[in-house]
């Protein structure tokens, strides 16, 4: 019997390695520290969720139905006056906002599902979270790495990714670099997706959203922003995010998150509702990180190291001007897993990005090793 050939073109082969694959020899050797590993490459929380919020994620799982796309008005509430109280946003309602399934699903997304034609290009920062460059290439788009609008190219962009503070490096974009971004973008016609998720976290200087007034004037046409609960809530399990901003690119986006079945579950929902209306505990984790920064910052310096940016997020982006490589092994060599810089572009593959989510207990170990 003749087997059917089978038309379907894998998907994954068009993307690049799965980066965190590659460095499974590196955390091997690290693992044979006598005191064990120090993971610094992954930045996923460590501290204990709120009882606030377990409470209220208990509280919400009795209900037997399917909830909705569009999130309980609870959720959208919340998530204006949490932008409002926290970051200083104005003129958002209810009908600005859309809670996602946790923003890298969003990022991955967000090119196909507002449209992006094959072929079109999407701007990604320089030094990049790999998810944009997926995002890009999963709709058939031409990722084009670029800071500068300068540096665009002749195609005017469809999307332009804007990610401030950065994920790895920690850069924060002035105001005058977002608005002058923004003010191309509304001449050419391009949608602006702002990923936020540190802004919660900025240690030097001032951050702001892209939906600032001071940045859009006020005016949220053609502007989304990222928003996630993983950092500052401790809730990356839960995949609790949401975007804001343009009411007509929000509800495009609902029309098709509808038919995909994209769905926060209920008890997820309720859970966000309390973290986005308690400040209390995001105060007191931003100041955890920040002890466990102050101790890293000055190890990594100790040990010769340059730093760059980070002046927010979660992460130190470390240079001594040797290959993101040879760096990852001389840090594994001592019991310490950082991320390559490579993972990130090739602008990045003289640095290493250190995580600061690791217990109080490893960071010290870190600092003695580097010590």
Known sequence: MTRSVNRLRPVSAGLPDFPWDTIAGAKARAAEHPDGIVDLSVGTPVDPVDPLIRDALAASSEFPGYPVTVGIVELREAAVGALSR??????????????????????????????????????????????????????GANPVRADRVEDYGDDVPALIFLNSPSNPTGRVLSVEHLRGVVEWAREHGSVIVSDECYLGLTWEGEALSVLHPDVCGGDHTGLIAMHS????????????????????????????????????????????????????????????????RDQLRDAVLGAGFTIDHSEAGLYLWATRGDDSRATLDWFAERGILVAPGDFYGPAGARHVRMAMTATDERIAAAVARLG
């Open 229 to 292: 609960l993983s950092k500052v809530s401790n809730l990356a399990s839960y995949r609790a995010g949401f975007l804001a901003g343009d009411r007509e690119l929000i509800a495009e986006l609902l029309a098709v998150r509808k038919h995909a079945g994209m769905i926060v579950p209920f008890p997820i929902q309720g859970a966000t509702v309390a973290a986005l209306n308690d400040d209390a505990h995001v105060d007191a984790q931003r100041e955890r990180y920040r002890a466990r």
């Open 86 to 139: 926290r970051f200083g946003v104005t003129g958002l309602d209810v009908s600005s906002i859309l809670p996602v399934v946790g923003t890298k699903e969003a990022v991955a997304g967000l090119p196909s599902q507002l449209g992006v034609p094959a072929g079109a290009t999407v701007v990604i920062p320089e030094v990049a979270y790999p998810t944009y460059e997926v995002g890009a290439l999963l709709a």
